[in-house]
């Protein structure tokens, strides 16, 4: 059976604390439990795939509480955009305050294909992007990698349910409680913190958003990228991640 990080955390008498730079404590320790995993192209490739997953989410770690749903049922559809048609998720994430377009700042919209509720539009959730000099960068992406056990060698800590889409930037856990009091605000060093429940529903969702030919989107402009007045197709993970 696979432990959580919060299970080996428990096994050696810490709780949710912030884990960077936590003095005095032993972070291999933590790691060796955590039992890290490696960056995978595939999601079929990772540990943690899992392909009858039961989605839904039903736990919630305090203090973290989903923003009201109501306030991003307005707001600009992605899937009515015919340039996105061959992506089975879109997952928004908004940096700035823009209510007339894209809804309240530092929150993240997910819009899955044929859902008729809502009109795809199955989550709104409170997101942190990165805080000022450590930017989140705008864009329209598709999964580079996924990597269930993350860990970040560069700040020496947990990045779990991961999914990277530029560089070392991913959509992950906000596992410590600092953090997940901060969701809603910058406070990452330029990943998309997600509350952990809902990162890792978010990172099974990705996966099973199927991988295949795409149309390329221009990472800038968000159109199609043409060649010769047709849609350039790529092999990916058939979900886009808008970061504006």
């Known amino acids: ?30 790691k060796d439990l955590y039992q890290p995993t490696q960056r995978s192209r595939l999601y079929s490739k990772d540990p943690a795939y899992t392909p009858n997953y039961r989605f839904g989410i039903k736990y919630t770690f305090m203090p973290y509480q989903d923003p009201d749903m109501h306030e991003a049922i307005d707001t600009n559809n992605p899937l009515l955009n015919p340039a996105y048609d061959s992506y089975n998720l879109i997952v928004i994430v908004n940096k700035f305050d823009r209510r007339d377009q894209w809804g309240r700042a530092q929150t993240m919209r997910v819009y899955k294909r044929n859902v008729k509720e809502n009109d795809g539009l199955i989550y709104y959730w409170y997101v942190s992007t990165g805080m000022d000099g450590f930017g989140t960068n705008a864009g329209y992406f598709v999964p580079q990698s996924f990597s269930s056990r993350h860990w970040s060698s560069q700040y020496d800590a947990p990045m779990r349910s991961s999914v990277f889409f530029l560089g070392g930037k991913a959509l992950h856990a906000s596992i410590d409680s600092d953090s997940l009091k901060a969701l809603g605000t910058p406070y990452s060093h330029g990943c998309v913190h997600v509350e952990d429940n809902r990162a890792e529903e978010l990172f099974h969702l990705i996966g099973h958003s199927g991988y295949g030919s795409v149309d390329l989107i221009d990472q800038k402009t968000g159109k199609l990228k043409l060649e010769n007045g047709r849609a350039i197709k790529v092999q990916a993970t058939k979900t886009l991640i808008i970061v504006h």
Not at 18 to 27: K, T, V
Request: proline share 3%; hydrophobic share 55%; glycine share 10%.
């Open 1 to 30: 059976m696979k432990k959580s990080l919060y299970s080996a955390l428990l096994l050696i008498g810490i709780s949710l604390v912030p884990l960077c730079g936590f003095a005095g404590f032993d972070m291999n320790a933590v």
